[in-house]
Nanobody, 115 residues
Framework: QVQLVESGGGLVQPGGSLRLSCAAS?????MAWYRQAPGKQRELVAG???????NYADSMKDRFTISRDNAKNTVYLQMNSLKPEDTAVYYC????????????WGKGTLVTVSS
């Protein structure tokens, strides 16, 4: 069983930046960030493979950057030019390795964008 632990959330002013981290306790394959705003469904923010191939939600690809350190089993999300509508709980997600069908979720970290 792999545990995912997120960190880096908090309160930031509009236009500011935050960097989220997610450390996995074991080996994973694809890792991703999702978010869920109040009253809304959880949505994909970005994902990244072990080879560094990444994909983004269209609304965030110009402001957010996902990266990973395979040696540390850690994925990052650099968020720039934050907007109030980015306020959400951000969840780390991973697929197992070598069993791709096993899914793991972190408990989430709250990001609040407000002046």
């Amino acid at each position: 069983q792999v545990q995912l632990v997120e960190s880096g959330g908090g309160l930031v002013q509009p236009g500011g930046s935050l960097r989220l981290s997610c450390a996995a306790s074991g080996s994973t394959s694809v890792m991703a960030w999702y978010r869920q705003a109040p009253g809304k469904q959880r949505e994909l923010v970005a994902g990244i493979t072990t080879r560094g191939n990444s994909n983004y939600a269209d609304s965030m690809k110009d402001r957010f950057t996902i990266s990973r350190d395979n040696a540390k089993n850690t994925v990052y999300l650099q968020m720039n030019s934050l907007k109030p509508e980015d306020t959400a709980v951000y969840y780390c997600h991973a697929r197992g390795d070598p069993n791709y069908s096993i899914l793991y979720w972190g408990k989430g970290t709250l990001v609040t964008v407000s002046s």
